[in-house]
């Protein structure tokens, strides 16, 4: 093949560029891989104790999303075990919108209690915001006629990017800079009908603009979405996360989380606006009514968790969690101290800095993902520490102790 005729079939690139993306990420990643970071196998005997049993190597997990700890909950893994028993199957195999168990319609029944709004369970939350943002976009979820011009915030999640080309299918897709409100008002004065897609608490730490946002939407009729994932469960009296917890649903506003973060169980939920939503996403958002979905062990583990959010451990486990993120953020004072997430970012700029430094504090007996482009932009790499309410305080101090230390060292 002639340079022309290569160039004939190079895609256009308007919203991603594998190649660029690439050609500088993966040689760090092969970096991570060479350092023992990546594809550690373990047994688990706690969250605090992980085995190589290879090597005896045991470390403590410090990159888990499970932020109060139910990934192991003897209450949440029965559920799991006895919706087994209960169904008989592992599931159904079928479009939900044709077939689904009654187990799954309790699930869906249970989070419409739990977060004051019609409910839709699905197996990920990237396969909830797959299926419903093209729809957005062609302006069949909201109200209105027509498309909506999508605006991504820059720091949005992958799962949400990754999505951008398809509804660039259906409508004008932008980037907006990273809570950039002016932004985002200015592309509202120019267009009737705008949707903004953004985290509500962002995985590498930090939290959306949601006031300016609501004011925004009070004025112009902007559509808000949010993946609220790094927050559910850990704010609201029943864990309905930062957003939900913050304002009343309304046909204009949905918001995605995954079940399998501080949740403890599996799969997603989208809170939904609008009762009408509900039957038509069912119908109409592809990945969503397909025939892979949740299984019976998921579904029982859901509804074993809703019910333990609905008790006084919840708000046990929360003040927990927010007393091991005070304490770390007494240590390290990071530019998201105080903001009551879990998530923080060690900033040490410099790509290969940061896999030792994981790699230094694994061997010291702590994990730790090292972070880096296309994660994070170029030059701002780092170690991200999640923290956990099942993280006991002693652990939490030597962890400490060690980043330290070898910060002093580097």
Known sequence: MNQSESNDIVGPHHYRNAEAMLAHGERVWLRAADSGLLNIQVDHESNDRLIVRDTGHEF??????????????PKIIEGAVSALRKAGTTGLSIAEVRVRLKLLVELEESLRDLYGAPALPGVS?????????????SGHIGGGSGPRVMVFD???????????????????VLNCPHN???????????????????DGAYSMGGRTALEGLLDLQDRYGLFLYFDDSHALSIEGPRGEGYIRSRM?????????????????????????????????????????????NMDVAA????????????????GQLQAKLQRNIDVFDQRFPTRFAGNGLPIRLIDVGDEDLAVRLSEQLYLAGYYCSAVFFPIVARGAAGVRVMLRADLEADRLDHFCDAVESLMASA
């Open 248 to 292: 009343d649903m309304n046909p204009l506003t949905m918001i995605v989380g995954s079940l399998a973060k501080a949740f403890g169980a599996s799969g997603g939920v989208a809170m939904l606006g609008s009762e009408r939503d509900f039957q038509f996403l069912y119908r109409n958002a592809g990945p969503v009514t397909w025939s892979q």
């Open 125 to 137: 939350c990237s396969v909830l915001t797959a299926g419903i943002l093209p729809l957005i976009a």
């Open 299 to 314: 579904v029982g583990a859901c509804l074993a968790s809703a019910e333990l959010h609905r008790t006084a451990e919840l």
């Open 60 to 73: 403590t997990l410090l990159c888990s999303c499970s932020y109060l700890g139910l990934n192991h909950h």
């Open 154 to 172: 820059r720091f949005c999640h992958f799962s949400m990017a990754y999505i951008k080309p398809i509804c660039g299918d259906e409508a004008l």
């Open 180 to 198: 950039d409100l002016n932004y985002l008002e200015d592309i509202c004065k120019k267009y009737p009908r705008v949707a903004y897609v953004a």
